[in-house]
């Protein structure tokens, strides 16, 4: 008998991986995981009744909304809870904000598919599938966060859907109570009303609706809104008027300790030795604690009764630590790095058309190099976190953009099932990618094993946190093109250079190696409209010692000024006017062109003795258009206006739209005339608001928005107006001065 073949170690993982290929296709041929209702049911108190995982109802007709994003100054929770009052037909008054529980339903499905490398262009087949697939995929994940200006994005679809099945629930239950067909019946204003004019409130069909079965799901036709696409007021300013709002360093559970750390000032130093007996003796000192290098950073903490006592004993404690492999990192040789990379790697092509090696002969080149440095968060809350461990269970305290790995990094941390970890979510300070991170969490929770089940809350001074951030990255940029006889762009090629945010990202949080493209590097570079015949857009990933994180508007936040200052340039090497040249680039891209055209038009024209300058740019789905109207008092920079146009898709709420508008600007702004986080000798120099100023109220611009009408989807809104300022500023200072400006923050020579 003949010996049976060996199957090869070969054939058996391709044999595996067929299986597991058909296991995908077959999985992603299945619809969506539900998002309606959640592993269990919301908590009812008082009469109140769930009727999905987003809606309850209480006995006097009030309808509590679940808030499955951080509210971190930007308003999105008047937003959210408008999508289920439309679809319910309640007024405003009648619905209340409830923090979301750990559950997958309320995790972002949107932000995901965001981060695959397509072309806004591109609506091929491929980038259709590819982005279903991720976002069934994201759905089974459940990340729960809040970011890429994805939140009405994300929210749009599961919880007008819950709006519309509970009041179909209540129309149901009212109609069977009357003995009536539920055609006859209507909602309004918080209640069922029949033809004949009876009328039920939604507090007493509650009950009943719960065992109701929903008709067929019927969204609002878009004609019919009543409240989405008006501005409303938001929900949340009386009570941070009044101080009943509660953010993470406000958290006072009983029997408190706060704490103070030292991390360690270098970048990739160890902790070597420190000295607890020498302040063991001060006042309200109760303990000193290695943090063990929870959160990524060597530190030691003291722990004390009050805070200024923790600061003033840890300002005391002798501690020493040991350099590292960075301690001679500097500005310049992270430049220099930067530089030797675009110099010898071709990187990582993410947009090509035409071919730009065909481009030969006679022609005028362009040339310029842009650079753009690290940046800080510096959000008005110090970075803070409450931690208790008790009888095997762990109580957070903290203001967080991302619950679910906030979870996660203090059930690592202490060595816990995710399920014996309770997070409890407030407002937060301000966030701008910052608290998307989670190593405060993990190190308050490695201080808090060490505290003998009193609960500690650790507060940062705002030197350890210039110091010790996840900073926007230093990136540079070269762009090189050809003009014909005529002055029109046949070629275009852009390549830049800058560590990975995403790489590190998914490292820290997921500690999933760092491999392959990463979209935000190159998002805003690779993504423009413009209609050059020949395009090549590339980008190099360098690896960063410094440590890297998302800065709102993330790669769209400097790669937007290196490529709208260099269309600039092009206009004026063409000799064109610089808006007449983007409209001529824009004849396939009518949305862009209204926009560029509804900013300018608004902005009208400058008044003596200032400059306008334009730029055009999309990202997170939004179109924005500035005109920054400048002028110059000696060497000191100042925007006395900027007309911002937007569009966005259907604005849900114009009022928080404008607002947001506003809040980028400024935001850009201060980094566009400011900000700037360097190092030498390992370590990040700023320490303070004195050397990282931000935009005082009297340098803060007049904004004028203007929100484009779309019948399209929400787009993202909360990023999109910062990554134009910068390059709108930067052109008018050349219309001003005929000095281009190629580096951040703006500064005349």
């Known amino acids: 008998m003949a010996e049976p073949k060996k199957k090869s170690r070969r054939r058996f993982i391709l044999g595996g991986l067929s299986v597991a290929g058909a296991l995908v296709v077959g999985w992603g041929m299945l619809p969506p995981r539900q998002r309606l209702n959640a592993s269990r049911p919301l908590p009812v108190e008082n009469g109140e009744v769930a009727l999905n995982g987003w809606i309850k109802i209480g006995a006097d007709g009030i309808v509590s909304v679940v808030m499955h994003k951080s509210e971190m100054g930007q308003g999105i929770h008047a937003a959210l809870q408008m999508l289920v009052a439309e679809e319910m037909d309640l007024p405003m008054s009648m619905v ?131 409240l989405i696409g008006k501005s409303q007021p938001r929900t949340d300013t009386i009570f941070k008027v009044n101080g009943e709002a509660k953010y993470g360093i406000d958290a006072r559970p009983a029997d408190l300790l706060y704490a103070a750390v030292r991390m360690c000032p270098q970048i990739g130093g160890t902790l070597k030795k420190f000295d607890a007996d020498a302040v063991k003796s001060m006042r309200d000192v109760v303990q000193v604690v290695d943090c063990n290098g929870a959160g990524g950073v060597p530190a030691v903490a003291v722990l004390a009764n009050s805070y200024w006592s923790a600061k003033l004993a840890m300002e005391a404690l002798p501690v020493e630590w040991n350099p590292g492999a960075h301690a001679g990192l500097s500005s310049m040789e992270i430049d220099n790095g930067l530089r030797r990379q675009l110099d010898s790697e071709e990187g990582f092509a993410y947009y090509t058309s035409g071919d730009v090696s065909s481009v030969d002969g006679q022609f005028k080149i362009v040339e310029a190099e842009y650079r753009a440095p690290f940046l800080a968060h510096a959000a008005m809350e110090p970075i803070n976190c409450t931690a208790q461990l008790v009888d095997g269970k762990l109580h957070i305290w903290t203001s967080t953009q991302a619950p679910t790995f906030a979870v996660e990094a203090a059930a690592k941390t202490a060595k816990l099932k995710i399920e014996d970890v309770t997070l409890h979510m407030s407002y937060l300070g301000g966030g701008f990618g910052r608290r998307l991170e989670v190593d405060m969490v993990a190190q308050a929770t490695a201080i808090a094993m060490q505290a003998k089940g009193r609960p500690v809350q650790v507060i940062w001074s705002r030197e350890d946190d ?284």
Not at 98 to 118: R, T, W
Not at 132 to 140: P, T
Not at 631 to 641: P, T
């Open 466 to 749: 210039f110091a010790h951030d996840m900073y926007r990255p230093a990136a540079l940029a070269r762009f090189t093109a050809k003009l014909d006889k005529d002055n029109r762009v046949v070629s275009y090629v852009n390549k830049s250079a800058s560590g990975s945010v995403t790489h590190q990202f998914l490292q820290r949080n997921l500690g999933l190696p760092p491999a392959g493209p990463d979209k935000a590097t190159a998002e805003g570079e690779f993504d423009l409209p413009y209609e050059f015949p020949h395009q090549h857009i590339a980008h190099v990933i360098v690896e960063s010692a410094v440590p890297l994180g998302n800065w709102r508007s993330v790669g769209h936040s400097h790669n937007a000024f290196f490529k709208e200052s260099f269309i600039d340039e092009l206009a004026v090497a063409a000799g064109k006017d610089t808006v007449e040249f983007r409209r001529s680039l824009l004849t396939r891209h009518p949305r862009h062109l209204a926009v560029l055209n509804a900013a300018v038009e608004k902005a009208g024209r400058p008044e003596a003795g200032r400059a306008l300058g334009v730029a055009l740019h999309q990202s997170f789905g939004s179109i924005v258009a500035q005109v920054a109207e400048v002028s110059l008092q000696g060497k000191e920079i100042r925007v006395h206006k900027v007309t911002c146009a937007i569009d966005c898709g259907l604005a849900v709420n114009p009022n928080i739209i404008a607002q947001q508008m506003e809040s980028a600007v400024v935001f850009g702004l201060c980094a566009a005339l400011h900000g700037e986080i360097t190092l030498q000798d390992g370590r990040v120099q700023q320490s303070n608001f004195h050397d990282y100023p931000v935009l005082r109220m009297l340098q803060a611009p007049q904004v004028d928005t203007i929100i484009m009408p779309s019948a399209l989807p929400p787009a993202g809104v909360g990023e999109p107006a910062t990554p134009p300022i910068a390059p709108a500023v930067a052109n008018a200072l050349f219309s001003l001065t005929g000095q281009r400006l190629r580096s951040l923050p703006l500064r005349l020579g």
């Open 96 to 226: 209340r904000p409830m923090h979301a529980s750990m559950d997958k339903i309320y995790g972002n499905v949107a932000v995901f598919p965001e981060s695959l490398p397509f072309h806004p262009d591109n609506q091929g087949k491929i980038k259709q599938g590819a982005q279903w697939m991720v976002a069934k995929l994201a759905r089974e994940l459940g990340v729960q966060m809040t970011g890429g200006s994805s939140s009405i994005k994300d929210a749009w679809g599961p919880m007008r859907e819950a709006g519309a099945i509970a009041r179909s629930m209540l129309l149901v239950a009212a109609a069977k109570e009357w003995g009536a067909s539920p055609d006859q019946c209507r909602t309004r204003d918080g209640a069922v009303h029949h033809a004949d004019g009876r009328r039920l409130g939604y507090g007493d069909l509650a009950a009943k609706a719960a065992y109701a079965e929903p008709q067929e799901l019927r969204l609002k036709d878009p004609g019919d809104f009543k």
